[in-house]
């Protein structure tokens, strides 16, 4: 780890930098009173601090932030500082704990006591931790350490730790696989990438599966979830399979711990992705798993994040259930992972505005958006531009067009794939425009097939494609 001394202030809030201070000045971790002076001058320079400053107040006006001495105490007092945080870090995991006092208990060749404390790790593990990767990882963890000290069971070899190990380490690395191939199917997805090469062991692992379905469902449901998902992800979408994950996250046993928010979203992803390969019939899906979930309470307890705020906005505008979605965002605003959560929820509350042909109100939550959050912005303007659009406002629509479009040159942050996609929205909308001050109806329906035709031939991606083609061809039935 890195870390230079003048990002300290940055790294820690108020309560880590005085508990740091507290670290530096215990004889139990420092023994160097140039350490604790060291502290005080960067309490005391705060956001000020540079290592000129530093190097100057310490050594005198002469000294230089290269010289030997200035380098090796910053040097020394950086691996304090490292240290200090794995400390924190140590202190706020009870199972690292733990596994230390085990460690130290064999080192100690203290067996009776280590085994009991191997049994207070696992009871641990099982009733106060959530079923993931780390959780196999950690229960093979521990019984690998049983292992190495247990002998072999002659009155019961049926009972021998090496087949509870054994039945771990299979379900780690089927845990910890299935997990990778799912990574690589959003991979694939996002990327248009064939990632078949590094599918290693992907039929021995979904073979398992399959062989101890009914045991892995029961005990090791997140293994199966995992298994179910991606069998959504690879194969054609099985409505027996989303039915059966969706019982599955159901009845779960509240005494078996998943992530439940974590596989509701997984399957919620994998709905929006064939929602955006054009199958919009599973719209009303996401929208039975966000009620679900709010059921649950699970948006109270981890926060939303933005894309998936937006496929429970796109979904509830295509299933037109604006009203409810309105009161979900409005429920939930607090809950918005972002910090700048008011401009998420403006902006999402404009879209449903928008398509509720309520533009007063789209308008005015609209200009509640920041335009210092930059992203969120462009795209609030161009929904101004629909609106403009919709109520025969071409002027206006023309301006905010061009305004877009500077906003758009001068915040290269904003990806190229979105650049492109906004840029082609602007200028179809700008045409379509254009296009009304073209009296002869030949020359103005020929123009209309031909910008149809382009849209629809476009192999990028363009904002609001489908609104563009309703809006030519509902202006071609007015004009023929």
Excluded at 72 to 78: A, C, I, T, Y
Excluded at 265 to 293: A, C, P, Q, R, W
Aim: with cysteine; glycine share 2%; aromatic share 14%.
């Amino acid at each position: 780890m890195k870390i230079d001394i003048i990002q300290i202030h940055a790294l820690l809030d108020k309560k880590e930098f005085n508990k740091f201070g507290d670290f530096i000045r215990s004889p139990y971790f420092n023994t160097e009173p140039r350490f604790i002076k060291l502290y005080e001058l960067i309490k005391f320079e705060g956001a000020q601090l540079t290592r000129e400053v530093l190097s100057k107040k310490i050594f005198g006006e002469n000294s230089s932030i290269n010289d030997i001495r200035f380098r090796k105490l910053v040097s020394e007092f950086m691996k304090l500082f490292e240290r200090f945080l794995a400390e924190m870090e140590f202190s706020a995991d009870p199972l690292s704990q733990k596994f230390m006092v085990l460690e130290k208990l064999k080192k100690m060749n203290l067996r009776k006591e280590f085994l009991k404390q191997a049994d207070d790790i696992i009871e641990y593990i099982e009733n106060e931790t959530v079923k993931d990767e780390l959780y196999y990882k950690n229960m093979t963890d521990v019984y690998a350490k049983k292992y190495s000290v247990e002998e072999v069971n002659f009155k019961d070899y049926k009972k021998d730790i090496s087949f509870i190990l054994n039945e771990y380490t299979d379900k780690y690395f089927a845990a910890m696989k299935i997990f990778l191939f799912q990574r690589f199917a959003t991979l694939e997805y996002s990327f248009d990438i064939n990632t078949s090469e590094h599918k290693t062991f992907y039929n021995e692992v979904l073979n398992y599966i399959e062989l101890n379905c009914e045991k892995i469902k029961l005990k090791d449901p997140e293994i199966y979830l995992r298994y179910l998902a991606l069998k959504l992800e690879f194969d054609s979408f099985d409505h027996e399979i989303y039915k059966e994950y969706v019982e599955i996250m159901t009845g779960v046993h509240s005494k078996i711990k998943i992530n439940e928010y974590l596989f509701y979203l997984m399957l919620m992803n994998v709905l929006s992705k064939l929602i955006n390969s054009g199958k919009h019939e599973y719209n009303i899906n996401v929208i039975d798993i966000t009620k679900k979930m709010d059921i649950k309470g699970l948006f109270n307890k981890q926060p939303i994040h933005y894309q998936n705020l937006k496929i429970i906005t796109e979904s509830a505008i295509v299933s037109k259930e604006y009203d409810w979605a309105l009161q979900f965002l409005e429920k939930h605003i607090e809950c918005i992972s972002q910090l700048n959560k008011e401009s998420v929820f403006y902006l999402m509350v404009a879209k449903l505005y928008f398509f509720k042909n309520d533009f007063i109100a789209t308008r005015k939550s609209i200009s509640k958006v920041s335009m210092d959050d930059y992203f969120h912005y462009i795209e609030a303007k161009l929904i101004e531009c629909r609106v403009e659009f919709e109520l025969e406002n071409y002027l206006s629509a023309i301006d905010t067009i061009n305004t877009a479009k500077k906003f758009l040159k001068s915040h290269k942050e904003i990806g190229k794939e979105f650049r492109n996609a906004y840029t082609i929205f602007l200028n179809s909308l700008l045409k379509l425009i254009k296009y009304h001050e073209v009296y002869d109806k030949d020359k103005f329906l020929f123009e209309l097939e031909m910008l149809e035709k382009n849209i629809l031939a476009d192999d990028n991606q363009i904002y609001a494609q489908n609104w563009l083609i309703e809006k030519i061809k509902e202006i071609k039935k007015g004009r023929s």
